[in-house]
């Protein structure tokens, strides 16, 4: 290949403007990777402390034995902060009030809250890989855009139209093109896995407070069920 139509020396000798959105697409494409391996291995670390915890759980353990055992709150993470926050609102709410409806209710606010500050953590910059799935391709193409009139301009301007006058344009062109395509592309897979992932862990955690609040339900009303003679 000729030295003038390689990548580094288009690239390097490709327009200021053309430069730029290769510049934008590479950022963009190195963030995105880093944010994959990033949310990956904070969705490994997720199931495996559900896994945990809920064998922890299911065990037979006492509850009030289980909610010592759990760290403090911001170390707590899945379902684990969901019970934690539940049983929490629980214990404080039981010596308040004898209403067992006002007590379900606030376990059950505590473990929404603390449901949704586990929807944040587990979304937390998924919303950029979108962004760069998204818009990759459209820098792309304006870099495209502008290496093609770049080519029309050369031609213009050429005493002789041959593909030599052109080529240089029309191959940065595609260069762009291409880096916007590779930027996109990994961005659209791994925010697909990501947010499906997310939301399978999100439902295993709602299933739980629902399987919890009955739980407690069902104590509740062992304790105010009268006594038979």
Not at 84 to 110: C, H, M, W, Y
Request: glycine fraction near 6%; charge should be neutral; proline fraction near 3%.
């Amino acid at each position: 290949m000729n030295d003038s139509m390689s990548i580094p020396h288009l690239i390097m000798n490709a327009s200021t403007v053309v430069q730029l959105v290769m510049l934008l697409l590479t950022v963009g494409s190195i963030l995105s990777w880093v944010v994959i391996f990033q949310r990956t291995f904070v969705m490994r670390r997720a199931r495996r402390s559900h896994q945990v915890f809920e064998e922890r759980f299911w065990s037979g353990v006492d509850l009030n034995e289980l909610y010592r055992e759990t760290p403090a709150e911001q170390e707590t993470q899945g379902a684990e902060h969901v019970f934690r926050a539940g049983f929490r609102e629980f214990n404080r709410l039981l010596p308040k009030t004898r209403s067992p409806q006002a007590i379900l209710d606030g376990v059950q606010r505590s473990m929404r809250v603390a449901w949704s500050r586990e929807e944040e953590r587990l979304n937390l910059h998924l919303v950029f890989l979108a962004t760069v799935a998204s818009a990759s391709p459209y820098i792309g193409l304006f870099g495209t855009v502008w290496g093609i009139m770049g080519s029309f301009q050369s031609l213009s301007m050429a005493q002789q139209a041959t593909l030599a006058t052109v080529a240089p344009w029309i191959a940065e062109a595609l260069i762009a093109t291409a880096m916007g395509l590779f930027a996109a592309i990994p961005a659209v897979i791994f925010y697909n896995r990501l947010s499906s992932e997310s939301g399978r862990l999100l439902g295993k955690y709602e299933d739980f407070a629902e399987e919890f609040h009955s739980i407690l339900h069902r104590n509740l009303q062992g304790r105010t069920e009268p006594a038979t003679a």
